[in-house]
């Protein structure tokens, strides 16, 4: 069975930083790329950054780069979202997303306060 959990979201001060985690199941997780994506309550769902299979390309988008980062660890089956310098403008609900199986995960809260 596919499954797809995020976890590592929660409440930080603006300049500080989390680690969001996505552990997958049910599929071979190591020859699929994956993404992170998030959405702000009433606005459209956006990209924020995509890893390959291998882990040896990295995407972002601009609202992020520099800032975020994302990794893989193909033995846990798990994705990474190291985000520093956090912003009020940053907070969403954050989803890991399978796009070759058009796979969405449940989703985590951050929120970052001025």
């Known amino acids: 069975q596919l499954q797809v959990v995020e976890s590592g979201g929660g409440l930080v001060q603006s300049g500080g930083s989390l680690r969001l985690s996505c552990v997958a199941s049910?599929?071979?997780?190591?020859?699929?790329?994956m993404n992170w994506h998030r959405q702000i309550p009433g606005k459209k769902r956006e990209w924020v950054a995509q890893?390959?299979?291998?882990?040896?390309?990295?995407d972002y988008a601009d609202s992020v780069k520099g800032r975020f980062t994302i990794s893989r660890d193909n033995l846990k089956n798990t994705v990474y979202l190291q985000m520093n310098n956090l912003r009020p403008e940053d907070t969403a609900i954050y989803y890991c997303?399978?796009?070759?199986?058009?796979?969405w995960g449940q989703g985590t809260q951050v929120t970052v306060s001025s």
């Open positions: 997303y399978i796009p070759d199986l058009k796979f």
């Open positions: 890893i390959t299979a291998t882990g040896d390309g990295t």
């Open positions: 049910g599929y071979a997780f190591s020859r699929l790329p």
